[in-house]
Structures are given as structure tokens and as C-alpha cells.
């Protein structure tokens, strides 16, 4: 990989990541946020479970010739007792979410899409700043399936975080009403 953080390894070929939007960047930040408040590390009570290694825009060889930075991605900690670590982190994670871009989103909705499933990451979401939906995939052995999709305005349980109600505006610039 060159040094320059912002490129991935996609087909064994190496792609630049654009700079991101404000929008792909705040929902990127809401999202980290959110997760990280309620499900990193060792959590704490019933609205902080826990039990998450959540980090952002780290390097994942998802296979060989294959080297992503997901927007978020997370592995869970009773699979993970110990922070992935290196560069790249060699450990699928259990979670990952790709907040869309125009300049990425055929490469999230397919290439990585496919090889996320083949590295059976359990859990895929795609954030779309410009529509302001989540698509929450599931992994399943004949391929992901789609298990929620959701606008601005509603209220969620999503996999594999659905022990608590995600406001999926507060990924688009709502205010997250625990805050």
C-alpha cells in the first residue's frame, strides 16, 4: 500500500479515495459517534452494552490483494478480546458500514459488497448521505440480505446494534435525543 491513507486495494488494483463531503463526513462522525457511545469497549449499563472494538477508516486486508478502508468498522469483542492492531488489521470484522459518495458508491454497492460477504462479515451497512437511508444487509450463505432499510425521521433497531433504537436522522444532522 502507499503511504497515502486515503487508497484502497479493490481487485487487486490500487484506488484513491476521494475526499469526503461534508454530508459523508458528518454522517460518518454521527455514526462513529452513536456506536462507539453505546457499544465500545466495555459499555456500561442498559443503555451502553458494549462489548464492540469499533474503529474508523482503518486498513483491513479483507483477502489477499485486498485492502479497504470501511468509513466504520467493528469487531466484536467476546470474537476479539484484544484491539485489532497493525496495518493492515489482518481479522474480518463482524460489522462494517460505508457511508455512500458519488465517487465510491459502485465500488461499496459491488466490488467490496461481494468481498465483504466472501470474508463473512456478519453485518454490512451502507449509509446514502444524499437520500438519508440506511441499508442494514445481513450476511447468509447464498449472498447478504437486506434486513432494514430506513429514512430520516425513523427509529430503528439495527443488526447487529439492535439492543438499542438507532434515530437514523441523527446520522443526517439530527440531534440524538440521549445527548
Given amino acids: 500500500m502507499p ?19 461534508a454530508e459523508h463526513s458528518d454522517a460518518q462522525s454521527a455514526l462513529l459517534t452513536w456506536v462507539r457511545r453505546r457499544f465500545g469497549r466495555g459499555g456500561g449499563g442498559p443503555h451502553r ?37 497493525g496495518r493492515p488489521v489482518r481479522m474480518a470484522p463482524d460489522w462494517v458500514c460505508e457511508v455512500l459518495s458519488r465517487s465510491n458508491a459502485r465500488n461499496d454497492l459491488v466490488k467490496k459488497f461481494r468481498a465483504y460477504h466472501r470474508a463473512r462479515v456478519g453485518h454490512y451497512w451502507i449509509v446514502d448521505p444524499d437520500d438519508e437511508t440506511l441499508v442494514v444487509y445481513r ?24 439492543a438499542l ?15
Avoid at 165 to 179: A, H, I, R, T
Wanted: avoid cysteine.
Fill in 3 to 21: 503511504e497515502d491513507p486515503r487508497a484502497e486495494v479493490i481487485d487487486g488494483e490500487i484506488v484513491q479515495k476521494a475526499a469526503p463531503s
Fill in 139 to 162: 450476511w447468509n450463505e447464498g449472498g447478504y440480505l437486506a434486513v432494514l432499510t430506513a429514512n430520516k425521521g425513523e427509529t430503528v433497531r439495527a443488526e447487529p446494534f439492535d
Fill in 49 to 85: 452494552p458494549g462489548g464492540w472494538w469499533i474503529l474508523v477508516e482503518v486498513e483491513i486486508e479483507i483477502e489477499a490483494h485486498e485492502v479497504y478502508r470501511p468509513d466504520v468498522a467493528g469487531w466484536r469483542r467476546e470474537r476479539v478480546p484484544e484491539r485489532p492492531r
Fill in 165 to 179: 433504537e438507532l434515530p437514523v436522522g441523527v446520522l443526517f444532522g439530527e440531534d440524538d435525543p440521549e445527548e
